[in-house]
């Protein structure tokens, strides 16, 4: 009998990467999706991998949808990667922050508890939970928090109450507290796409600059494909932990543009870069910079893709999908 595995957050970055590496250990792949009215399946498609899921329908705001979906299926594994993920939004939309990234997470705890209450259960947590904590220069699984956002604060909820059903109702509840990682299928409003894909615009000729807010603040940076693999880790462990996924480097999102300007061949980027007060965020995490001795230690994984790399393999995804869409 195949292994089953529910993911959520399937259409978003980290959900096609975890659902091919599951694919390819031969689960069988559940993905959970919300209604919309103009679904896009692409970065499943950029993987290959868009009919080799089972799609089933739930929101993270529904419980009882969620209850339907753990009910019918009874997954072993449940990577919970659903998300309003983006910082920048959750002031705007705190509640609704709210509402998925935290109160969504224990509705879908209690569908497993009630329903699969053997099932292994993954959170994406996140550094944005650190914010502006005091530390070393470096944040690992010992560091406070004190989160920025209405993004930050719904996310640590959600740590917490799967902390506390682990603790609670002996439930298999681990936390991935992963800091920021990127790839081709990274969303286009994050600032690494949003400068890859910038940059890609410019070299073809069909922009002119890129519009950015603070370009200061500093994140710890890795390839969203190596991260999936820590998540799997996590679940295939005989105890449920919590543990901090990082590349132990840190860059400022300058470092970012200057890299990823020269990465195109591009030497002089001051000028194609334009500050505009509108990205700017009403509170910042100034610093993320992760300690991965734990998770290395104990699960054996490291980073494989450099920054470097990263910042090439972005710059060259970008560059060749606006050529393809010329041709
Ligand atoms: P992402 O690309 O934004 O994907 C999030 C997914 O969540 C999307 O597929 C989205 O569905 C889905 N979603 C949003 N609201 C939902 C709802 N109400 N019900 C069901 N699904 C919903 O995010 P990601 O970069 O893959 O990140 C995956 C997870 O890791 C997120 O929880 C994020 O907060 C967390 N995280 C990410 C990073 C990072 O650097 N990428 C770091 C730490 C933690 P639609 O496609 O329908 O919009
Ligand atoms: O790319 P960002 O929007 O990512 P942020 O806020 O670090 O959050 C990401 O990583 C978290 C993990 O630490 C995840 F939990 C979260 O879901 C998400 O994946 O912004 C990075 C930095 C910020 O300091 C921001 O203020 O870039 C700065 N920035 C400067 N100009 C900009 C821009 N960010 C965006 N999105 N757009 C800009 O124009």
Redesign the pocket.
């Known amino acids: 009998m195949k292994k089953s595995a529910l993911v959520t957050g399937i259409l978003g ?1 980290d959900g096609p990467y975890l659902a091919k590496l599951l694919l390819e250990k031969d689960y069988k792949v559940y993905g959970l999706i919300r209604r919309y009215s103009n679904p896009t399946f692409s970065n499943l498609e950029y993987l290959g991998i868009q009919d080799q899921i089972e799609y089933v329908d739930g929101d993270m705001t529904d419980e009882a949808s969620l209850i339907n979906v753990i009910k019918s299926i009874r997954p072993e594994e449940v990577y919970n990667l659903a ?1 309003q ?4 939004a959750s002031w705007q939309q705190a509640k609704l922050t709210t509402e998925v990234n935290a109160l969504g997470v224990l509705s879908l705890l209690n569908a497993i508890k009630f329903f699969s209450p053997t099932a292994k259960f993954y959170q ?7 914010g502006l904590s005091n530390d070393d220069g470096y944040q690992d699984e010992n560091t406070p928090f004190h989160p920025r ?1 209405p ?2 604060v719904a ?1 640590v909820y959600a740590y917490w109450m799967t902390v506390n059903f682990r603790e609670s109702y002996n439930m298999f509840a681990a936390n991935g507290i ?5 790839s081709p299928l ?2 286009i ?7 890859t894909d910038g940059i890609a615009k410019i070299k073809l000729g069909l922009a002119e600059d ?11 940076w890795g390839f969203a494909g190596d991260y999936v693999e820590a998540m799997y880790l996590m679940l295939q462990q005989d105890d449920p932990d919590d543990y901090v996924v990082a590349t132990g480097e840190t860059h400022s ?1 300058r470092d ?1 543009v200057e890299a990823a300007f020269k990465a195109a061949g591009i030497e002089d980027y001051k000028q194609y870069v334009k500050i ?1 007060p ?4 009403p509170a ?3 610093h ?1 910079r992760g300690r991965l001795d734990k998770v290395t230690k104990k699960l054996g994984w490291k980073p494989k893709v450099t920054f470097e790399e990263l910042v090439k393999i972005m710059v060259d995804a970008d560059i060749q999908r606006y050529k393809k869409k010329s041709m």
């Not at 994406?124 to 650190?130: N, P």
């Not at 509108?278 to 965020?281: K, L, M, V, W």
Request: net charge positive.
């Open positions: 970055q998300a993920s983006f910082v920048g994406a947590s996140t550094s944005e939970m650190f956002s993004y930050g996310k992963l800091f920021n990682h990127e990274r969303g409003e994050f600032v690494t796409r949003k400068i890129i519009h950015l807010g603070n370009l200061d603040p500093k994140r710890d999102v970012f505009d509108r990205y700017q965020r910042e995490v100034p993320l």
